[in-house]
């Protein structure tokens, strides 16, 4: 693989291996794209909260909820 960085990018690279962070431009770029699915993976159960938010919200529109309280809900005497 053949990459193209710009000099700040390229010098940043460098700093953290001249620091020890890293080992090697490839321990770099590995940790990089773990960080990058890691954000990644956030971001996708966030949507899939948003959406599971949004689907109750309409439910409760609907008039389909049912009154409770934390205290059941945590006891486990609830569940939906």
Do not use: F, N
Request: glycine content about 8%.
């Amino acid at each position: 693989m053949t990459l193209t960085l710009t000099p700040e990018i390229q010098k940043y690279i460098e700093l953290q291996i001249a620091s020890g962070a890293y080992r090697d431009e490839g321990e770099l770029l590995t940790e990089a794209v773990r960080a990058l699915r890691a954000r990644e993976e956030r971001s996708e159960r966030r949507a899939a909260l948003v959406a599971d938010l949004e689907q109750g919200i309409q439910s409760l529109e609907k008039g389909l909820g049912k009154e409770t309280s934390a205290k059941q809900i945590l006891s486990g005497t609830i569940r939906g």
